[in-house]
């Protein structure tokens, strides 16, 4: 059997976010509140119904965040220009979800500043698929990439 690996795999979970909180905080030592909270990026149906200067601050504190992830994977300024994207959302609950809900904007945002993508955009992002599944003891994100 075949088995197909990506080019590059970034996963967002609990041990990822507490490490960036230790960074976070040092940096911000009056701050009391983890910059990013969940493994995953906030629902579509979360972030729309913001008012802009929290959502552009939720945006800023996720592009934050993913700069920082992309650094520790060593993925900065890779500058692919031709690939595919798929994002796997582990959630720790049963409850439903929607894949569409799961749009990983921010993610994306953070992805181009760090220089990884160069842009987001259909011509250089050729297929971006989203999928949701459920895991309790390890709820995360998983986004892969594969350069074309």
């Keep these: 059997m075949v088995t197909w690996m990506p080019d590059y795999a970034i996963i967002i979970d609990v041990d990822a976010i507490d490490a960036y909180a230790l960074q976070y905080f040092e940096q911000h030592p009056k701050a009391r509140k983890k910059p990013i909270e969940r493994p995953h990026h906030p629902s579509i ?3 729309m119904i913001m008012m802009r200067p929290e959502m552009n601050a ?22 692919l220009d031709c ?16 894949p569409d809900n799961q749009v990983p904007k921010f993610i994306l945002d953070g992805l181009v500043e760090s220089g990884m993508l160069v ?7 050729k297929k971006l698929s989203i999928s ?3 895991d309790k003891e390890n709820p995360r994100t998983e986004i892969e990439i594969w350069k074309l």
């Design 119 to 125: 842009d987001d955009d259909g011509e250089h992002m």
């Design 58 to 79: 939720t945006k800023q504190k996720w592009k934050d965040f993913i700069k920082w992830l992309v650094e520790q994977y060593g993925y900065s300024d890779l500058g």
């Design 83 to 98: 690939y595919e994207m798929y994002v796997k959302v582990y959630m720790p609950t049963k409850r439903r979800s929607d």
């Design 45 to 47: 149906n979360t972030w």
């Design 132 to 134: 949701t599944g459920y």
